[in-house]
């Protein structure tokens, strides 16, 4: 797509220029791609990501983007304005996926009461879906996956942008992938990511409890163990091996291989491999255990 021939409402066209995709500016793509940026600290994921071809930012920036960049618009507000435009192209045949007929493999019991879309559905074999399980479309199922009762596969996230007047939702058009012996349980959420390139990834052999919510573009690595109550915002990733206890919730960052999330912690910041994290927010879990144990003993002390 070139920016000259697609409906830019309140952006300004600078500099022409093409590209294949849409994403966040700290995405690698793999292909052209269009990002939007409101500050300068961001600059340097242009600089060092050449798949960035075209840019939307505020006038003020534009000296500031390196000559790889050869498509530039601004707004007043890049952010918003960047999300409504996706939501534009989402009524284009030509932005998003193309559209088969629902695969299922062999040997799957699938119950009648199960709910699967009948486009852009492609389920492996000896895959076993129970009641009242909504499959929407752009999910992909592995080989010997369960999915129990009541979960929802490929919903749309919660991604809202606000505008002076309204509150805008943001289109989800990209995928889910739950790879081979993966086990979802009942009353489960995994949304769907939003550009139509990506997807929220389910690795090998996880187990994923009952009333888990994965948020949109997550990417669960393999042998993964979610128990029950666990939030994941969107674009959390973790590597193999991640234990998320009870009610645990994964803010935007990356759980190392091995590494675990105790019961109610809050991790808002990168975890190491084979490091436990607690707490409220959450720190590594024998700091928090040393803390604990001294104002444990201040109290008696007082007393």
């Known amino acids: 797509m070139r920016l000259s021939n697609i409906p830019l409402e309140k952006i300004q066209l600078v500099r022409d220029g093409s590209f294949n995709v849409m994403a966040h500016c700290e995405s690698f793509t793999g292909t052209d791609t269009f990002t939007f940026i409101e500050n300068e600290m961001y600059v340097h994921f242009i600089e060092k990501n050449p798949e960035i071809t075209c840019v939307l930012c505020t006038e003020s920036l534009v000296e500031k983007l390196p000559e790889t960049v050869s498509g530039i618009c601004i707004s007043r507000s890049p952010r918003l304005d960047f999300f409504l435009l996706h939501n534009r192209l989402c009524k284009i045949n030509e932005y998003r996926r193309p559209s088969f007929k629902t695969k299922i493999g062999n040997n799957c019991s699938i119950s009648p009461l199960a709910f699967i879309n009948t486009e852009n559905v492609h389920i492996g074999d000896n895959v076993k879906i129970e009641e009242f399980v909504s499959i929407k479309a752009n999910t992909r199922i592995g080989k010997n996956v369960t999915i129990r009762s009541g979960s929802i596969i490929g919903g749309d996230g919660f991604e809202l942008k606000s505008s002076p007047d309204e509150v805008h939702f943001i289109e989800h058009i990209g995928g889910v992938e739950i790879n081979d012996f993966a086990e979802i349980f009942s009353n489960t959420c995994v949304c769907k990511a939003i550009f139509p390139w990506d997807n929220t990834v389910i690795g090998e052999y996880s187990k994923i409890d009952n009333l888990v919510h994965i948020g949109h ?24 091996d991640v234990y998320i206890g009870p009610n645990a919730t994964i803010a935007k960052i990356h759980m190392a291989d091995k590494s675990k999330a105790s019961l109610g912690s809050v991790v808002v910041n990168n975890v190491d491999p084979a ?21 444990a003993r201040g109290k008696t002390t007082k007393k």
């Open 275 to 295: 490091t436990t994290m607690s707490g409220n927010f959450a720190v590594e879990h024998l700091t928090l255990l040393r803390h604990t144990s001294k104002l």
């Open 217 to 240: 573009s997550c990417q669960i690595g393999k042998r993964n163990l979610i128990i029950a109550g666990a939030v994941f915002c969107g674009k959390a990733t973790t590597g193999d």
